[in-house]
């Protein structure tokens, strides 16, 4: 049923990739269903093929527009000129809500002015991005000197897991007026088991990239081997550190044990072999191991960030991230185990995720958090 008093919402973001990305368009898409006039500002240069595919199925739905500027990754003099832009775009459109997503995102968007003069209602979801910084260091000093300057402009503050909630009450304090839980969202489809007729034995899906411990799993496979259990693995993405992760699972010894294959749809990808893994050192509440729940399909994760939160009664059995030893135990025991054991441990991981993480809630949420910013 459409909202009795429509939002003009002008979403903005970096990169159009990954989950971030993937909650941005479900959220539109599902604001766009309810009767608001919804736009979407991203970066230009990254995304490729899939992500233009993915704006242009939008594009005929969204009344303020898809807008793509260059946006850099890290701090930089463009940032200045992007901010200029993005703001002149605020102005032209008049947006009652400007929601900000990731670092970058929130950054522009807290920027921002109308030119009635009317303020718009600022709104930042951080999907982790400068709170994954270790205390201490360098980086963390600065960006959370930027976070406590930005969050005396943000209205409302929307925080994708508990887990990111507890970091930004640790860093902003009282400066966090008005903030809520959302946690991401899966569309009834997505529950649908997925059928693996894949010849590996293992799957890594995501960012080929430090944070995401790929080097851990890597020596794990190499400890498995050593007790003769050669295990062959399937590493799915694209990222930054390839050429430094190939190089390590060479060094191991299993540069032939171990493919590599491009981006592609996720469940595509988890037909490919018979246990997913995630073995991050860093992360907030990944879509990909919501997907892979949803589907049924056996994982075996890192106890990081928002992870603990998606496997609820089941979280005792992730390991500690840098941890080869624990992270091929877990693996030997879920390779081992009885298939009727294993179907009820995914089947009760599946009923979880089925019950907490709901796409109408999620959207719902997150236009109340709207009307109360407006408030």
């Known amino acids: 049923m459409p909202s009795p008093v429509p939002l003009r919402i002008l979403h903005v973001l970096r990169a159009p990739v990954g989950g971030l990305f993937r909650h941005v368009v479900d959220l539109a898409r599902g604001q766009v269903e309810l009767g608001h006039e919804v736009g979407i500002v991203c970066d230009a ?27 850099a990754r890290l701090p930089g003099a463009g940032d200045i000129a992007s901010a200029v832009r993005v703001r002149a775009l605020v102005s032209r459109l008049g947006p009652d809500v400007v929601h900000g997503h990731g670092a970058k995102g929130g950054l522009y968007a807290r920027l921002c002015a109308r030119a009635d003069g009317r303020r718009p209602a ?21 960006y959370m000197t930027a976070e406590r300057i930005l969050a005396r402009r943000t209205d409302f503050f929307l925080f994708e897991s508990a887990y990111i909630a507890r970091l930004a009450t640790s860093a902003l304090g009282s400066l966090m007026t008005r903030s809520a839980i959302v946690y991401n969202g899966l569309h009834e489809a997505e ?7 894949g010849t590996h034995d293992v ?50 010894g299993l540069d032939k044990a171990v493919t590599f294959r491009q981006p592609m749809p996720i469940r595509e990808a ?8 995630v073995p991050s050192r860093a992360e907030s509440l990944p879509y990909v191991v919501l997907e892979a729940a949803a589907a049924a399909m056996p994982l075996v994760a890192t106890a990081v960030g928002g992870i603990p939160e998606i496997f609820g009664p089941q979280a005792s059995r992730l390991v500690p991230p840098d941890a080869p030893e624990a992270l091929a135990g877990a693996l030997r025991r879920r390779l081992d185990m009885p298939e009727a054991e294993a179907h009820a441990e995914d089947a009760a991981l599946r009923a979880f995720v089925r019950e907490r993480f709901s796409l109408p809630q999620m959207i719902a949420s997150v236009l109340e958090a709207y009307r109360t910013a407006l408030r």
Do not use: N
């Not at 093929?49 to 939008?58: F, K, M, Q, S, V």
């Not at 600022?122 to 600065?142: A, D, K, N, V």
């Not at 529950?191 to 007729?197: L, M, P, T, W």
């Open 45 to 71: 240069t990254t995304g490729g093929e899939r992500a233009e595919a993915a704006l242009a199925a939008l594009r005929g739905d969204l009344v303020l527009g898809v807008t793509r500027l260059p946006m």
């Open 191 to 197: 529950f649908d088991e997925v059928s693996r007729s």
């Open 203 to 252: 799957l890594y899906i995501g960012e080929l990239r430090h944070l995401k411990g790929i080097d851990t799993l890597i020596d794990a496979l190499a400890l498995l081997r050593d007790e003769g259990r050669p295990l062959t693995a399937v590493f799915v993405g694209a990222g930054p550190d390839e050429e430094a992760i190939r190089a390590h699972a060479a060094r191991r």
């Open 270 to 277: 988890m037909a490919l072999a018979r246990v997913m893994v």
């Open 122 to 142: 600022r709104i930042y979801t951080p999907h982790g991005g400068s709170f994954h910084y270790p205390p201490g260091t360098m980086q963390h000093r600065l």
